[in-house]
Every structure is written in structure tokens, then in C-alpha cells.
Antibody, heavy 125, light 113 residues
């Protein structure tokens, strides 16, 4: 069974830092792009960052502006999001999610087909 | 970025009746090289992460009941729940995955009337 377990969310002051983690199991982790998607309380979904299978390529939402870094450890089947310079409007539940590739369609990145349960990040003074 | 919009914001439907949710993208998500629409639908129940229901605009994921039907192409898409069940109460999101950043619609809340 595919399982993604998110952790690391906490209450942090504006300007502070936090490191989120996601532990994966039940699938060949190194075959998938891994991602973070966030959801502010009572609001919709917003993609944050993605990292490719071997960690050589990372992509971020424009709002990140160099504040966040996504990384992965394929030996430990885990993905992380280091967040610095946190702002009040970063308050959200952060979900880890995986995306596969479709070899029959030019190795297209597929939708987010498995999600963690989410971890709450609250930025407040 | 491709902007996704949805309508209505919310709807209430009687049990056993049809629920219809619309999704529109600011530019086509149809990839001409393979004639596929890069459009997905998710269901999110309170306190839970989203669940992928449909990809390629109309292909149900394994285990998704056949009362969930995705349709449309290009810029206009529809998710239909043909006979609403109590367990279908949720927020539904569309999402394009043609280009980065992947973008979501604002969501449509479905309740029981």
C-alpha cells in the first residue's frame, strides 16, 4: 500500500524557519517526482515545489522566491521542504504528494495520485 | 500560468440526483501531439487530503465509482456525479497538468439538499 506520512509542521514566528518531512513507503520511491502542495485554512490547493527522481532538478512556485528548498533522500525514501523567511500568509496545511511519469505519452508528468495526510504550518507572532 | 476557474462555488443536490461541476482553463490543456487533455479532478472530504478521481479529463482512477463522469476538451470541462450518494459530500477541484506550474481550480463544494 502506498503511504506518505507528513511531519514537521509547527507554530513559528514570522521570519522563522521550519523543515517539513515526508516518509514514503509501499512503492519504488526513486521512480517518482515528489511534490509539496499547500492549502491555507478554508481555502484551495496551491502547488509549492517539485523534485525529480534523482534530486537533480527542483522547481518552485513563484511565491517561494528563494525562501524554500525541496530535497530528497532516496536511500531513506523521504522528501523534505526547508522553509526560511516564513510569512503569515504561508500559514497552511502542507501536503506531500507524488507524481508518476507516463512512458506511453512522452514521459509526461501525471497528476498527483497519492497524498500525505498533511502537516499544519502556522506562522504567527 | 494557466488559470483554472470553477462553477458553481457550491451546490446542494438531493440524494440520488445529479450534480454537475464546471471547470474552465484560461488556455487549452489539449496537447496536440497526443490529442489528450491534461485535466484532472480531485475530491477532498473534510479533514482529509485530496483524492485523485479522474485524469486525462475522463479516465477514472482504479476504484472510483462509475457514477463519477468526466467530460470536455480544450478549455471547458465537466465533472458529473450521476446519482449523488451521502459519501460524495466533499469539495471537488479540477487541475491542469499540461504545464508547470500545475494549477488548481478554486473548488466546488457539494452538499446534500
Amino acid at each position: 500500500e502506498v503511504q506518505l506520512v507528513d511531519s514537521g509542521g509547527d507554530l513559528v514566528r514570522p521570519g522563522g524557519s521550519l523543515r517539513l518531512s515526508c516518509a514514503a513507503s509501499g512503492f519504488t520511491f526513486s521512480n517518482y517526482w515528489m511534490n509539496w502542495v499547500r492549502q491555507p485554512p478554508g481555502k484551495g490547493l496551491e502547488w509549492v515545489a517539485s523534485i525529480n527522481q534523482d534530486g537533480s532538478e527542483a522547481v518552485y512556485g513563484d511565491f517561494v522566491k528563494g525562501r524554500f528548498t525541496i530535497s530528497r533522500d532516496n536511500a531513506r525514501n523521504s522528501v523534505h521542504l526547508q522553509m526560511n523567511g516564513l510569512r503569515v500568509d504561508d500559514t497552511a496545511v502542507f501536503f506531500c504528494a507524488r507524481r508518476g511519469l507516463d512512458p506511453s505519452r512522452d514521459w509526461t508528468l501525471l497528476p498527483f495520485d497519492s497524498w500525505g495526510q498533511g502537516t499544519l504550518v502556522t506562522v504567527s507572532s | 500560468d494557466i488559470v483554472m476557474t470553477q462553477s458553481p462555488d457550491s451546490l446542494a443536490v438531493s440524494l440520488g440526483e445529479r450534480a454537475t461541476i464546471n471547470c474552465k482553463s484560461s488556455q487549452s490543456v489539449l496537447y496536440s501531439s497526443n490529442n489528450m487533455d491534461y485535466l484532472a479532478w480531485y475530491q477532498q472530504k473534510p479533514g482529509q487530503p485530496p483524492k485523485l478521481l479522474i485524469s486525462w479529463a475522463s479516465t477514472r482512477e482504479s476504484g472510483v465509482p462509475d457514477r463519477f463522469i468526466g467530460s470536455g476538451s480544450g478549455t471547458d470541462f465537466t465533472l458529473t456525479v450521476t446519482t449523488l450518494q451521502a459519501e460524495d459530500v466533499a469539495v471537488y477541484y479540477c487541475q491542469q497538468y499540461l504545464i508547470t506550474p500545475p494549477t488548481f481550480g478554486p473548488g466546488t463544494k457539494v452538499d446534500i439538499k
